[in-house]
């Protein structure tokens, strides 16, 4: 029950730094092509 619980756990965590990166890079590329805007969800890079 455990190793069940930790399995998922780590995958929604994978899932979560996947997530970050792929907004991660969408706010870089925004940033190329628009760097006097900067939206919302881009704050925090």
């Known amino acids: 029950m455990m190793l069940m619980t930790l399995a998922v756990f780590t995958k929604m965590s994978v899932l979560d730094n996947l997530i970050e990166l792929l907004q991660g890079q ?18 925090r890079w």
């Open 26 to 43: 969408i706010c870089n590329v925004q940033r190329g092509f628009l760097q006097y805007h900067f939206t919302s969800a881009c704050t």
